[in-house]
């Protein structure tokens, strides 16, 4: 059997002839994450990296075939991007789109950001179950090693929403446009995180940094801050209206957030079984 040949990228118009897997034609699960205008957010891009590790758990990838193509929906204000019979898990409602730009009516809902999306969700008759939390939550369990948080005494790390970027002229802040990892390795090595990103106060959260909620401009709704904080077990937050005033106040309580209900929920790929044989690979 020659592998070489199994492997490699076959061309389309032989694959159709001979048989050949081609990766870009089969139906999979489609981890959906907002990418504004080509760049990168590091809260939105967290989708695709937490999904990843999941289906890293269970051994699996995530251009798994599946039975039929989905998208799903992990982390971020996004379910007005949901079409009919799409997956959520942990997503939310971004407060400032409007109802008519919701063009779905049936949703496959396993858990949401926090209880102000279910309820919005079942105000439209669609089910949402009880189970709550931002999936950026999980990634100290999900990256046991590779995350470390080693505090700089007296450091404070600025996170701006990425519609507030411009506003904020502070040698303090941590870019939400960098890299990924980049940007959790920066919030961890403070001693007080203060964001108008909600990511930034979610991975500030995940790890246990204190953290301090912010109001740089009008852009950004309190809907989806105030759903994760109740999502989160959050008892009392608040938002201030400029970075000392919100170091002045002192961080946000702690929340009181347990993981299992969401990772139990995380929904499970409908795979097809894999034959290899000594003359070719088959999905049946």
């Known amino acids: 059997m020659n592998l070489g040949a199994l492997f490699r990228r076959p061309d389309r118009e032989a694959a159709k002839e001979d048989g050949r897997f081609v990766p870009w034609r089969h139906p999979r699960v489609d981890a959906f994450y907002w990418s504004p205008q080509g760049r990168i957010n590091f809260g939105?891009?967290?989708?695709?990296?937490?999904?990843a590790r999941m289906l890293a758990r269970r051994e699996m990838v995530p251009d798994e075939p599946t039975v039929q193509a989905a998208t799903l929906f992990s982390i971020g204000s996004v379910l007005h991007f949901a079409r009919d019979g799409d997956t959520v898990w942990g997503s939310g409602r971004n407060g400032k789109i409007g109802e008519e730009e919701h063009r779905f009516a049936r949703l496959d809902v396993r858990a949401v950001r926090g209880p102000l999306t279910r309820e919005w969700l079942t105000g439209r008759g669609i089910p949402c179950p009880a189970v709550f939390g931002d999936p950026a939550l999980l990634i100290p369990q999900l990256f046991p090693t590779r995350f470390r948080r080693e505090a700089v005494p007296g450091r404070i790390g600025v996170?701006?929403?990425?519609?507030?970027?411009?506003?904020?002229?502070?040698?303090?802040?941590?870019?939400?446009?960098?890299?990924?990892?980049?940007?959790?390795?920066?919030i961890l090595?403070?001693?007080m995180v203060v964001a108008s990103s909600l990511h930034g106060l979610i991975v500030a959260d995940a790890f246990g940094v204190p953290c301090a909620q912010v109001r740089f401009g009008p852009a950004e709704h309190e809907f989806k801050y105030a759903d994760y904080h109740r999502g989160a077990g959050r008892a009392e937050f608040w938002t201030s209206d400029s970075v000392e005033a919100a170091i002045d106040r002192g961080s946000l309580p702690p929340i009181a957030f347990d993981p299992e209900p969401l990772l139990a929920a995380m929904p499970g790929l409908r795979t097809t079984l894999v034959q290899l044989s000594c003359s070719s690979l088959k999905f049946l």
């Open 44 to 51: 939105d891009y967290l989708a695709s990296a937490v999904v």
């Open 159 to 186: 996170v701006p929403n990425l519609n507030d970027l411009a506003l904020v002229d502070d040698p303090r802040v941590i870019d939400p446009t960098q890299r990924w990892d980049a940007v959790i390795d920066a």
């Open 189 to 191: 090595a403070c001693e």
